[in-house]
Structures are given as C-alpha cells and as structure tokens.
C-alpha cells in the first residue's frame, strides 16, 4: 500500500544508524516491527507478572553448568 508522509530528516538518519537499515521504506517497516515487538513482549511481561525466585548465584551457575534443561 503506497503511503505519502513527512518524516523529520535526522530522525530518520538517526533511526538508519540504529538498526543498521539503508533505504527509507527499510527503515520504516523495521521501526514498526521494533514497535510491534516492543509492545507484545510488555503485553506478556504484564501478563506473567512478577516470578520469585529463591537461587542462589551459586545456585544459578551450577544449573547452567549442569545443562539441567536436559
């Protein structure tokens, strides 16, 4: 679908620099799917709340040593 906007220069030189993008339509439909993202992953965060958990570091670092997805 052809859109016709007006988009400040240097914010879009600045978003180009940021995600590594060339062109204009690039940029933009990366921008948006970094917004879409964005706003599904705080969606979720909300969603699950907040996980206690009670390891220690040593904990921690023992289970990524020992694979314990396995």
Do not use: F, P
């Amino acid at each position: 679908m052809r859109r016709t906007v007006v988009i400040d220069d240097k914010l879009l030189e600045d978003a180009k620099k940021e995600l590594g993008t060339q062109g204009v339509r690039e940029t933009i439909e990366m921008a948006l799917k970094e917004a879409v993202l964005k706003a599904k992953r705080e969606r979720l965060l909300k969603a699950i709340g907040n996980v206690q958990i009670s390891l220690t570091a040593e904990e921690l670092e023992r289970m990524r040593e020992n694979d314990w997805r396995e």
